[in-house]
Antibody, heavy 121, light 106 residues
């Protein structure tokens, strides 16, 4: 059974930093592109970032480019999101999502339950 | 960025009735379109990919159609567990989602 378990969400002040983690199990982690998708309270879904199977390619939404860094550790079946210079508009539930294939541009066949990041003074 | 527009924002339907949800792309996404269902307090669940292929375990009452810029998700006979928010997502370019359609009980 595929499982994605996010952690690391907390309340942080504007300008602060945070690192989210996602522990993956139930599939061959390094066979797939992985993504972060977020959802502000009461709002829709927004793709944030992706990382290729080997970590060699990373891409970001314009809203987070230059502030967030995605990474992965295939030896630990783990995905990360380093979030710097946080803004109030980054407040959201952050989901780890598995791409369905090796392709970078893809749909998401499994999602974690999310971890809540609140940026507030 | 490809903008995805869903309509209507809210759809009121009686159990057993048919629901038709629309999704329009600002430019062609070919058949690179997925649909997700999200219930309150839950993560999204993949329903349809490739515009018309049901994901594993998705009941046959869910069907998707369309290509290019116009797409439709049809739920043939609404069950109580189908009342939720539905999102479309294109993956022809960097992923973008529609704003969602809430299917509520009439």
């Amino acid at each position: 059974e595929v499982q994605l378990v996010e952690s690391g969400g907390v309340v942080v002040q504007p300008g602060g930093s945070l690192r989210l983690s996602c522990a993956a199990s139930g599939f061959t982690f390094d066979d797939y592109t992985m993504h972060w998708v977020r959802q502000a309270p009461g709002k829709g879904l927004e793709w944030v970032s992706l990382i290729s199977w080997d970590g060699g390619s990373t891409y970001y939404a314009d809203s987070v480019k230059g502030r967030f860094t995605i990474s992965r550790d295939n030896s630990k079946n783990s995905l990360y999101l380093q979030m710097n210079s946080l803004r109030t508009e980054d407040t959201a539930l952050y989901y780890c999502a598995k791409g369905s294939r090796l392709l970078l541009l893809d749909y998401f066949d499994y999602w974690g339950q999310g971890t809540l990041v609140t940026v507030s003074s | 960025e490809i903008v995805m527009t869903q309509s209507p924002a809210t759809l009121s339907v009686s159990p057993g009735e048919r629901a038709t949800l629309s999704c329009r792309a600002s430019q062609s996404v070919s058949s690179n379109l997925a649909w997700y269902q999200q219930k309150p307090g839950q993560a999204p669940r993949l329903l349809i990919y490739g515009a018309s292929t049901r994901a594993t375990g998705i009941p046959a009452r869910f069907s998707g159609s369309g290509s290019g810029t116009e797409f439709t998700l049809t739920i043939s006979s609404l069950q109580s567990e189908d009342f939720a928010v539905y999102y479309c997502q294109q993956y022809n370019n960097w992923p973008t989602f529609g704003g969602g359609t809430k299917v509520e009980i009439k």
